[in-house]
């Protein structure tokens, strides 16, 4: 059987494939409510045969948005959009995830497509928060070091996200933990300088995030998965380092982690990273080598050959995929017919599953 095309199993929720839609902001939002084009844009892709279809950065509170125009789920009014999506993924017979996230210091900004500019106080922005009072760059404005109740506060932000997220009928949990964001931000010495416990050693800058697993773990069903997206490298170093990530997934293993997914940097400007086909991939390989815990390669996974070659090698058990499937919401049954894998698609469209 086609690697690519075999079903995974991660508690109870079993996945028909190995191939996902990686969390792509979409910046569509009013006052973080999901809409008709979310609706289109993720069921697209359960239509053309992702097996996990993954919500963009999910705001857990209005000042964890990355712009204001982000997805959220800091209130019960946003439950009942997001259900209808749900809904109609699971007719489609994919899983669907969300990925809860706050951004921290890279917060408060416009849409890409209208500049990706720090947005003030009288423009609707807000006060942007981070483990230490350090900028990300010279126009994204000075953080606010978060107190001890501050960071209580964004515990229980995503353990009530999370309560809402299984009303809203997700199945999968992502705890985005890269990329620069909040999470990140107090795991790398690069971005924590504090000197309490969240701060200083290695233990203390991975509290935050296990105090949100165990917060996300105590809400969420024994027999649905938790995911954490890690940046695995910080690309320079005397960051966040791959020891670190091998590490980091040994004890979200037994923390009730159920995959890593990994990416890499996004925590400091100005790096020269050596992107290509697949250059993520060595991490997801190196953490499920040295850990065991199932792992999600990501980055520049653009052909079916390419998606086959990492899970039948045994590099990483899932591939996501971002700009892929923006090019191509059906990637998944194009990959199924090049690599001469027997999948069922929607009855709609069977009539072309066979080109004559």
């Given at each position: 059987?086609?690697?690519?095309?075999?079903?995974?199993?991660?508690?109870e929720?079993e996945?028909?494939?190995?191939?996902?839609?990686?969390?792509?902001?979409?910046?569509?939002?009013?006052?973080?409510?999901?809409?008709?084009?979310?609706?289109?844009?993720?069921g697209?892709?359960?239509?053309?045969?992702?097996?996990?279809?993954?919500?963009?950065?999910?705001a857990?509170?209005?000042?964890?948005?990355?712009?204001?125009?982000?997805?959220?789920?800091?209130?019960?009014?946003?439950?009942?959009?997001?259900?209808?999506?749900?809904?109609?993924?699971?007719?489609?017979?994919?899983?669907?995830?969300?990925?809860?996230?706050?951004?921290?210091?890279?917060?408060?900004?416009t849409?890409?497509?209208?500049?990706?500019?720090?947005?003030?106080?009288?423009?609707?922005?807000?006060?942007?928060?981070?483990?230490?009072?350090?900028?990300?760059?010279?126009?994204?404005?000075?953080?606010t070091?978060?107190?001890?109740?501050?960071?209580?506060?964004v515990?229980?932000?995503?353990?009530?996200?999370?309560?809402?997220?299984?009303?809203?009928?997700?199945?999968?949990?992502?705890?985005?933990?890269?990329?620069?964001?909040?999470?990140?931000?107090?795991?790398?010495?690069?971005?924590?300088?504090?000197?309490?416990?969240?701060?200083?050693?290695f233990?203390?800058?991975?509290?935050?995030?296990?105090?949100?697993?165990?917060?996300?773990?105590?809400?969420?069903?024994?027999?649905?998965?938790?995911?954490?997206?890690?940046?695995?490298?910080?690309?320079?170093?005397?960051?966040?380092?791959?020891?670190?990530?091998?590490?980091?997934?040994?004890i979200?293993?037994?923390?009730?982690?159920?995959?890593?997914?990994?990416?890499?940097?996004?925590?400091?400007?100005?790096?020269?990273?050596?992107?290509?086909?697949?250059?993520?991939?060595?991490?997801?390989?190196?953490?499920?080598?040295?850990?065991?815990?199932p792992?999600?390669?990501?980055?520049?996974?653009?052909?079916?050959?390419?998606?086959?070659?990492?899970?039948?090698?045994?590099?990483?058990?899932?591939?996501?995929?971002?700009?892929?499937f923006?090019?191509?919401?059906?990637?998944?049954?194009?990959?199924?017919?090049?690599?001469?894998?027997?999948?069922?698609?929607?009855?709609?469209?069977?009539?072309?599953?066979?080109?004559?």
């Open positions: 059987m086609i690697s690519l095309f075999r079903p995974l199993k991660l508690r929720v996945l028909k494939n190995r191939i996902a839609v990686s969390p792509m902001c979409q910046y569509s939002s009013r006052d973080g409510f999901a809409n008709e084009w979310h609706l289109v844009h993720l697209s892709r359960a239509v053309g045969g992702a097996a996990l279809v993954m919500s963009e950065a999910t857990v509170s209005p000042e964890g948005r990355i712009s204001i125009d982000d997805l959220g789920i800091w209130k019960d009014e946003h439950i009942g959009y997001l259900k209808k999506i749900t809904d109609f993924i699971l007719q489609q017979h994919a899983v669907p995830g969300i990925q809860l996230a706050h951004a921290g210091r890279k917060s408060s900004r849409s890409q497509w209208k500049g990706d500019k720090l947005l003030s106080i009288s423009e609707g922005g807000w006060d942007i928060v981070a483990p230490s009072a350090i900028p990300f760059s010279a126009d994204t404005g000075v953080p070091a978060l107190t001890p109740d501050g960071i209580g506060k515990i229980n932000e995503f353990k009530a996200a999370a309560i809402r997220a299984l009303k809203a009928g997700f199945l999968v949990v992502e705890i985005h933990a890269a990329h620069g964001y909040l999470i990140h931000e107090f795991m790398s010495p690069l971005t924590n300088k504090r000197t309490d416990d969240y701060g200083g050693s233990d203390n800058r991975i509290r935050l995030l296990l105090d949100i697993v165990a917060a996300v773990r105590s809400v969420w069903p024994d027999g649905y998965p938790v995911f954490v997206r890690i940046s695995a490298i910080d690309w320079r170093d005397d960051g966040w380092t791959l020891e670190d990530s091998i590490a980091l997934a040994a979200l293993k037994d923390k009730g982690v159920d995959l890593v997914d990994c990416s890499s940097g996004g925590d400091v400007p100005g790096l020269t990273i050596p992107a290509g086909p697949g250059y993520q991939v060595q991490f997801a390989e190196k953490i499920r080598k040295e850990t065991g815990i792992t999600g390669a990501v980055g520049i996974i653009t052909t079916p050959a390419q998606a086959e070659a990492i899970i039948s090698s045994g590099q990483a058990d899932m591939v996501s995929l971002a700009r892929e923006l090019r191509d919401p059906y990637f998944p049954l194009r990959a199924a017919m090049e690599l001469g894998a027997d999948i069922q698609w929607p009855l709609q469209y069977d009539r072309a599953k066979r080109k004559k």
